[in-house]
DNA sequence: CCCATTAACTAACAAAAGTCAAGTAGATTC
DNA sequence: GAATCTACTTGACTTTTGTTAGTTAATGGG
């Protein structure tokens, strides 16, 4: 079952209780959802939360060219949404998209807000939730700002060589802030 | 006083009780601090979060070849740390430094954690706090992968023209992810 | 006041990444 | 199984950014 990989998840960083278990199993509600299928879109108030069992996720939007622009990709265990329009239910810009097919558990911000109230160790993972995507995203913008893009590329086959089999070459490159062309070179540059 | 500076800052995001004013006054410490002071070094545990007063601050370190490397600047009114490596009591890889004279508050992750736990508002505006730093990360990164040196510096032109006139070129070029022949180059192309 | 130091700018060249256009290979469809 | 479509690659060329080194201007200390 999801759900239950999903405890299990949370159980390495908090003790749970049977109360706070069936709060979860209450709340989040388990989707299995199509590659291809948008759960969110740009200019509405991201509805969920997703912590992904399988699968792989991204964030994108279009700029003013008309291009599409990949700014996140996740895969389990983990938790993927637009933070900040989650948190602070404000218009998103980005839209979530299934890059494969997907099993995903979701839960609104309300329904977030009712179990965090009603437990203190959820609030506590809650909260260690937000801080994880707080570390990724310094993490994510020093390299941005610091690495050339074969380095940055190279750093994503060490550290997640399962989303180069997982997830088209051409979000990849975007998720890396360079152009496919460019990526493709670095890749054979690399193999020869 | 820079206390009541801090307070009415706070004051635009909640309200607080008399208890709240009291529990602030007593555990954050202002501070006067001159330029090119380090207030948290690489290699250990950051001691405090800073609210600025007054004055301009930076994260940065140095890389494998030695160079300095801005990865953060920030002014008033804002609070600043290596905010992971804050929040969770980790070894930070960043030093912090005073680019100008700075009048500060800090507290220590101790009295933070005490305060918040007498407090629920404090609570909520310090959460406020570590989501407005997920929110600038992503929002950094984003403007990393995506715009080329010279729309960042644009934006930066735009966003915050009081960081080009307290900030060291070097160090803004640093930031912006470019080296600062390069920052150079587009600022004369943007003035003739 | 002079010297030493540093920050910022410049210029010439090299390397990296983007652009445009075409080609290939693998799936998919009819 | 031929035709189509799509993702990815390739190659030639342009633009952007980095590199190195030299110059200038401002700054601070003795």
């Not at 908090?14 to 299928?37: G, M």
């Not at 997703?50 to 996720?57: E, P």
């Not at 977030?112 to 310094?138: A, H, P």
């Amino acid at each position: 079952m999801m759900i239950d990989k999903f405890l299990n998840f949370i159980a390495t960083r908090i003790a749970l209780t049977d109360t706070d278990i069936a709060l979860c199993k209450k709340y989040f509600e388990p989707v299995l959802l199509p590659k291809n299928r948008i759960l969110e879109e740009e200019g509405k108030v991201p509805k969920y939360l997703y912590y992904i069992v399988s699968g792989y996720l991204r964030l994108f939007h279009y700029n003013k060219n008309g291009d599409e622009v990949t700014t996140h990709i996740n895969c389990p265990p983990g938790f993927f949404t637009s933070y900040s329009n989650f948190i602070n239910e404000t218009k998103s810009d980005e839209n979530v998209e299934c890059i494969t097919e997907c099993e995903l558990l979701r839960i609104t911000k309300n329904d977030l807000d009712e179990i965090t109230s009603k437990s203190s160790s959820i609030k506590d993972f809650s909260i260690f939730v937000f801080q994880q995507s707080l570390t990724y995203n310094e993490k994510r913008s020093r390299e941005l700002g610091t690495l050339s893009a074969e380095q940055r590329y190279r750093k994503l086959m060490e550290e997640h060589p399962d989303i180069l089999y997982n997830v088209p070459i051409s979000y990849i490159a975007s998720f890396l802030g360079m152009k496919a062309e460019s990526l493709s070179r670095i890749r054979r540059k690399m193999t020869s």
